[in-house]
């Protein structure tokens, strides 16, 4: 059930006021003389006790809370029920995806990310997927005008303003006061409020700036409370600073229910959306999307972060990733130049630095490759950020094949943990990964040998990294002989009878 929730007048604060001795009248200011009676003298101090507006919500809230058992009575584990979760889709599947199945009515969504990446343009094709199935979307925007709004929805849907009737729901209000918004919201009782962003926000009664940690603390727990009174989803947008936190720092995590990052290289079109809290559904999925010029695209297809026209190269080698319920297949590449020794840098972008580090310390004790005095740079195609250990092995080969100059055959891939011993360790849901990189193609897929027995002829097992330069160098000794058996035919035949 949708709607405004009844207040309560729990949550009170003390106000002074005058009341008159002669005829009962109230004044909010002490006077010598009676506004109402003129007699002097009469006005005398009394204390009441007025329910704020915050402290409202709050205590509608507390009732939300209290509508599953009551606040001060334990309940039985097995008593408690499930309060059935209405959820609003936001028609873009690879955001449901993330949120776990669409918008929880009544939760708060905080969205973060740098400035530039493409938040706003989301939050725009949210509102108007959402606004087509009818139902009412507030877009408050504390950072551009309404018609620059306007002119990011022609951009996003061009013609949008023939079907009139479809985004008859959709309301843009550009102001920075959240008085105005909390306004709006009561007069219009929308399904879904944007604020865009909770940065230039602010609330007229505080005595601090837009953007200053006491202002956004304040401003998001207004909006966590107006999300419960009013029964509505709320997206609220947060820039990040330079070092990556949310800005004001970490003070709005807790108070909301999902946290999302907005993720991805500015100068690359591929734009990523991670859980990193979400009380309704897994963190664990991401959805993917692309900039393009007419906004983002939802990019399904797991082939995005290869480039199949690729010859084979030395450092770059394919691995099946998992993200959440789904596995890509994405090219990791390695550098490896001469650097000074002692200091040597080891650069990471799209995978984990200190486990870049560690491996070249493995890679150097047991491996026997000396990287002391080399320079190794490392990184993800396409800019996925690949988190998980099972990587290491493809990280490894793209390290050595960078080093000796040796490119892994065509057709190649490779999966799994390495450990401090050198040793090549299992990985979650091995098949899945061996059954994306066949569909990719791949006919020859290294995995760890403790996890050989499940998988098929094209798995190929690896025990230790010690092993992975000699099948480097074999199958390098291979190619070349096949390179050189088929350039002697090819001088042959253009010799003359
Ligand atoms: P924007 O959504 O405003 O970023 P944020 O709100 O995170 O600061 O837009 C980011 C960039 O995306 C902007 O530089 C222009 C570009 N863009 C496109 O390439 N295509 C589009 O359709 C739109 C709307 C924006
Ligand atoms: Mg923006």
Redesign the pocket.
Known sequence: MRGKVPRMTTGKKPKTSYRCKNCEHQSPRWAGKCPSCNEWDTLEECITRVATKTSNAAAVFAESIAEQGSMHEAASLLEIKAPAIARISTGIEEFNRVLGGGLVVGSVVLLG????????????QVAMQVAQRGERVLYATS??SAYQCKM?AE??CGGFEQSKETYSGLKILADTDLANIQRLVESNEPSLLIV??IQMVHRGDLDASPGSVKQIRRCCLELVYLAREYNMAVIV?G?VTKDGQLAGPRVLEHMVDVLLS?EGD?HHGLRSVRGVKNRFGTTLEIGLFE??????KEVGDAAAFLDPDMPPRAGAVACPAMHGSRCFVVEIQALVAQGTYGQAKRRATGVDGSRLTMLAAVLEQHASIQLIDQDIYAGSVGGLRLVEPAIDLALCMAVIGAHLGHPLPAGWCAIGEIGLGGEVRGVPHIEQRVAQAKRRGYTTILVPITQIDKLGQEAVPVASIADLTGLLEKNNDNNEGEKMLSDDKKMEDSLPC
Request: charged letters at 30%.
């Open positions: 990310g740098d400035p530039g990446i493409g938040k706003s343009t989301l939050m725009m950072e551009e990011r951009r996003l865009d962003s947008v820039h907005f500015r900039m393009t010029q007419s906004g983002l």
